[in-house]
């Protein structure tokens, strides 16, 4: 898409940008009724890049109201699958058309490295759409076996209005992997992006509303947590939320519905992921490589890191000079630069709690064995350097909490068995991958694993057709694959009597 682009260049496109910053309701841009607005600042430089309209409880209510009464129309919920279908891969289209834009608004953002965002998480949200577009004229309902003097049509209806709340290291692809299957199954839905990164979801509304996503079925109101997400949780209206975000504003989320309409659920949370790696890895540089990938790629900011490297003791050192080395060539630095591996954290309150944790991580006796620090401060923006602790036991507040930051905590074990129970003695239970080259302990180790997904001699492979969520506090229900279809579904029996 944009491979070509210098830094000059994306600073140029950068300077000509326009915002979309006003609640999307009903395909218009309408500002929020209070009037009030937020500022949106660019993380790189800790400069404001516009204010965007704090959307509130009366402008969650009207995006309701919207995606209700388009809902009851049946222009979305109620065509052929082939004709949404159609819409969808319009919008796919024109996602890749303004695909740069989009990589942009996100980069600025976020703060994310615009190589990342350019070859990661805009194409991915594209084929997501793609997709489930292509996917759901494909399925069947069923016809269950009863006795020949009945049927049961067993068929599977959207659910309504869907609210959809996202948080901010993957705007563009944690929206997708909730757009793409809601409206495929013709929910209308209700969109809050996290307040830090409201503004490619705004965008991306646009862009679903000129490929022809009939009025009122995808609503984007920009706010708060505690306000608009909140107001969202506890709508009357609202049928299901689907949630990314932390594991503690999960469980809020579970109390709203159930002092609300006991609306549907379903949570991806937070991490904590142990990366195994075993004396007998096949290659241990390449899994030293993929280690360091694992915990420094998007900052650290990633569900699920592998934030804890669980190493046999042997080996340790070798892998941990290997990760000094990748680390070398990931500081941080201007997020523009197509060479840049690594950009800034994603506001200053983000940098201050994760150098909070480095700090708790050298007081209760782990070893810094590289990095801890705020680099680049004379930019005016948010960078902490690569960071690796050494000597971490699995207790201490660096292994149990998730830091969502480029900090990698190291543990050592004494054998498989150890492995395991160091790897599941955390709240989550997201991600986990264990590197060995026999085939017993890999069968083993994976299945023991309490975790949503577990690679093995490899970390953070994914596809679009494969299911991706946690066990434990990591949450409940599963984004992408036709699995995430049952997010948005509900079944539907009826009997037809024919005697
Ligand atoms: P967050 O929980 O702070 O915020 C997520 C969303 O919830 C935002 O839109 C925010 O505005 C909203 N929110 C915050 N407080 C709220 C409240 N009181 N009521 C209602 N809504 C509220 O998370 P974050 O900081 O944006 O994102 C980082 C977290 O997301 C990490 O814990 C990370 O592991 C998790 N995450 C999980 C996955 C996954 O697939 N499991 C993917 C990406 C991120």
Excluded at 186 to 197: D, F, I, R, W
Excluded at 334 to 361: C, F, H, S, W
Excluded at 378 to 399: H, R, W
Aim: charged share 25%.
């Amino acid at each position: 898409m944009s491979a070509a682009l210098s830094r000059e260049n994306w600073n140029d496109r950068a300077r000509s940008l326009s915002y979309r910053n006003q609640c999307f309701i009903g395909n218009r841009f309408v500002s929020a009724a209070s009037g009030r607005t937020f500022t949106s600042t660019n993380p790189a430089t800790g400069k404001p890049l516009t204010q965007v309209s704090a959307g509130d409880k009366e402008d969650v209510d009207r995006a309701v109201k919207a995606a209700r009464a388009a809902f009851d129309k049946g222009v979305w919920s109620r065509i052929a699958g082939a004709e949404r279908k159609k819409v969808l891969l319009r919008f796919a289209d024109l996602m890749e058309k303004h695909a740069t834009e989009l990589a942009l608004l996100e980069t600025l953002d976020i703060g994310k490295p615009i190589g990342d965002s350019s070859s990661v998480d805009v194409p991915l949200s594209i084929q997501c759409i793609r997709w489930y577009a292509e996917a759901i004229d494909k399925i069947y309902d069923e016809i269950a076996p009863t006795e020949p003097n009945a049927i049961s049509l067993i068929r599977r209806e959207p659910l309504g209005v869907v609210g959809a709340v996202i948080p901010w290291n993957f705007p563009l692809l944690m929206g997708s992997w909730k757009i793409g299957p809601a409206l495929a199954t013709g929910n209308s839905m209700v969109v809050k992006p996290a307040e830090q990164s409201p503004l490619s979801m705004l965008r991306l509304a646009e862009l679903a509303a000129e490929a022809g996503v009939p009025e009122g079925v995808f609503n984007v109101v920009p706010g708060y947590g505690e306000t608009a997400g909140q107001a969202l949780g506890r709508h009357m209206d609202v049928d299901a939320i689907t949630f990314t975000g932390s594991t503690e504003v999960g469980k809020f989320f579970l109390r709203y519905s159930g002092e609300s309409n006991m609306k549907q659920v379903s949570l991806e949370c937070g991490g904590k992921t142990p990366n195994i790696i075993m004396a007998d890895a096949p290659n241990l540089d390449a899994a030293a490589e993929a280690a360091a990938w694992g915990i420094f790629f998007n900052q650290g900011e990633v569900c699920n890191a592998g934030s804890r490297l669980i190493v046999e003791e042997s080996v340790k050192d070798a892998v941990l000079e290997k990760i000094r080395k990748v680390a070398q060539i990931l500081q941080p630095g201007d997020p523009l630069d197509p060479k840049t591996k690594m950009g800034a954290m994603v506001d200053e309150t983000q940098m201050n709690r994760v150098l909070g944790y480095i700090e708790a991580g050298s007081k209760e006796g782990a070893k810094l064995a590289f990095g801890g620090k705020r680099v680049r401060s004379e930019t005016g923006g948010y960078y902490i350097e690569p960071t690796v602790f050494d000597g971490v036991k699995n207790s201490m507040k660096i292994a149990q909490e998730e830091i969502f930051g480029p900090v990698l905590s190291t543990i050592t074990f004494k054998d498989p068995a150890d492995a395991v129970k160091i790897g599941n003695d955390t709240v989550y239970g997201l991600a986990a991958a264990v590197w060995t080259s026999d085939i017993n302990k890999a069968f083993k180790t994976s299945a023991a694993l309490r975790a949503g997904v577990v690679w093995v001699n490899c970390f953070d492979n994914g596809h679009i057709s494969s299911p991706f969520g946690g066990f434990k506090q990591s949450g409940f229900g599963r984004d992408k694959s036709l699995h995430a279809m049952d997010k948005y579904t509900q079944l539907k029996a009826t009997w037809i009597n024919i005697s």
